[in-house]
């Protein structure tokens, strides 16, 4: 009976060391996903306050339009008010396109860190219920402590975690 009490009490002994061990990174990615969602929004409403400015501008432009091409108007006039519209539309569009790029990348990150945070608890029960072997552990390990990607930077290959980490962190949990 003590010997089954005493492996019971190491058990949890050990669980507990690895709920301790998984509780700040928990907590962190809560605050990261309350942060980028924040970020999220606020680039939102930028690129939707931008929209309206190139659309309000595009309104006006449209208006304007018969007063900046004329038909009486020297070929060069022509060529250099194209090329200052051209520019004008292409830096704003730019922009536009930047902010939305920003919005969605803080989005993203937000989603990722709430994936984070779930299975960083989903774990913990795993571990629990005695349903996790040694190879799944490392594979949840590499998930949960791996880069994340942006989304800002095409083709960007983030290094892969190697498949020691559960040696690295039965050390780390031994000391």
């Given at each position: 009976?003590?010997?089954?009490?005493?492996?019971?009490?190491?058990e949890?002994?050990?669980?507990?060391?690895?709920?301790?061990?998984l509780?700040?990174?928990?907590?962190?990615?809560?605050?990261?996903?309350?942060?980028?969602?924040?970020?999220?929004?606020?680039?939102?409403?930028a690129?939707?306050?931008?929209?309206a400015a190139?659309m309000?501008g595009?309104?006006?432009?449209?208006?304007?339009?018969?007063?900046?091409?004329?038909?009486?108007?020297?070929?060069?006039?022509?060529?250099?008010n194209?090329?200052?519209?051209?520019?004008?539309?292409s830096?704003?569009?730019?922009?536009?396109?930047?902010?939305?790029?920003?919005?969605?990348?803080?989005?993203?990150?937000?989603?990722?860190?709430?994936?984070?945070?779930?299975?960083?608890?989903f774990?913990?029960?795993?571990?629990?219920?005695?349903?996790?072997?040694?190879?799944?552990?490392?594979?949840?390990?590499?998930?949960?402590?791996?880069?994340?990607d942006?989304?800002?930077?095409?083709?960007?290959?983030?290094?892969?975690?190697?498949?020691?980490?559960?040696?690295?962190?039965?050390?780390?949990?031994?000391?």
């Open positions: 009976y003590f010997n089954e009490k005493e492996k019971r009490c190491n949890l002994e050990l669980l507990y060391g690895e709920k301790l061990h509780e700040k990174p928990a907590q962190y990615w809560e605050e990261l996903e309350i942060n980028y969602r924040k970020s999220g929004k606020w680039w939102f409403i690129s939707c306050i931008i929209a190139i309000g595009l309104v006006v432009l449209l208006i304007k339009l018969p007063d900046v091409f004329t038909k009486d108007a020297h070929w060069f006039d022509l060529v250099k194209s090329a200052i519209i051209t520019v004008i539309a830096v704003a569009i730019y922009i536009l396109r930047t902010t939305m790029k920003m919005a969605m990348s803080s989005l993203h990150l937000a989603r990722d860190a709430k994936e984070r945070n779930m299975l960083t608890y774990y913990l029960s795993l571990i629990k219920e005695k349903a996790v072997t040694e190879k799944e552990r490392a594979l949840i390990i590499n998930s949960l402590f791996s880069r994340s942006t989304g800002l930077l095409k083709n960007d290959s983030t290094p892969v975690m190697s498949g020691n980490v559960s040696e690295l962190v039965q050390v780390m949990t031994n000391n």
